[in-house]
C-alpha cells in the first residue's frame, strides 16, 4: 500500500469541467507511435482532440496512446470522445500525473497474439478484458 487509499466514483460521460483544452503529442517514427497527454479538457476536447487525430494521420502514426489523468470530473468524458474515435483501454498509469491515469488506445493493425506467451490466469483475464474492450470500441 503506497499509503494513500483510492475511492472510485461514478462520473457524468458528457459535461467537461476545465477552461481550454491543452494536449500535448510526440511522435516516436521508428515505432509509429503517437503518444498524447491530456494536461487540460474543457468544452472544445471534442473537436481539439480530433485536430490531434488529424496530425497524427499526416504523421502516419500506426499506434496512438493518450493518457488521461483521473483526477478530473470530466474523465468519463474525455473516454466517452477517446472510445466514439475507436480508442480502447490500454492500461492504468498510477501516479502518472501526481495522481492516477488512464492510457487508452487505437492500433492500425490486428495485434499478434500468437506470439504472446502469458503464465498467470489475471494475464489471460487482462488480455481477453482489453480485446474485448477493443471490439466494443470498434
Known sequence: KAGKEHRL?????????????????????????????????????????????????????????????LNRDDAGAMVHVLRSQGYFFGGLLSRWFDHDGLMMQKIAASPNLQDLHLYTDFAREMLKFILDDREAAG
Not at 19 to 26: A, F, K, P
Not at 39 to 66: C, N, S, W, Y
Open 9 to 69: 466514483k461514478p462520473v457524468d460521460g458528457s459535461v467537461f469541467s476545465g477552461g481550454q483544452t491543452d494536449i500535448t503529442m510526440d511522435f516516436f517514427e521508428q515505432a509509429g507511435v503517437a503518444r498524447s497527454t491530456v494536461l487540460d479538457a474543457g468544452p472544445d476536447f471534442p473537436t481539439h482532440f480530433l485536430e490531434k487525430e488529424r496530425q497524427m494521420d499526416d504523421l502516419g502514426a500506426v499506434i496512438r496512446q493518450v493518457y488521461l489523468p
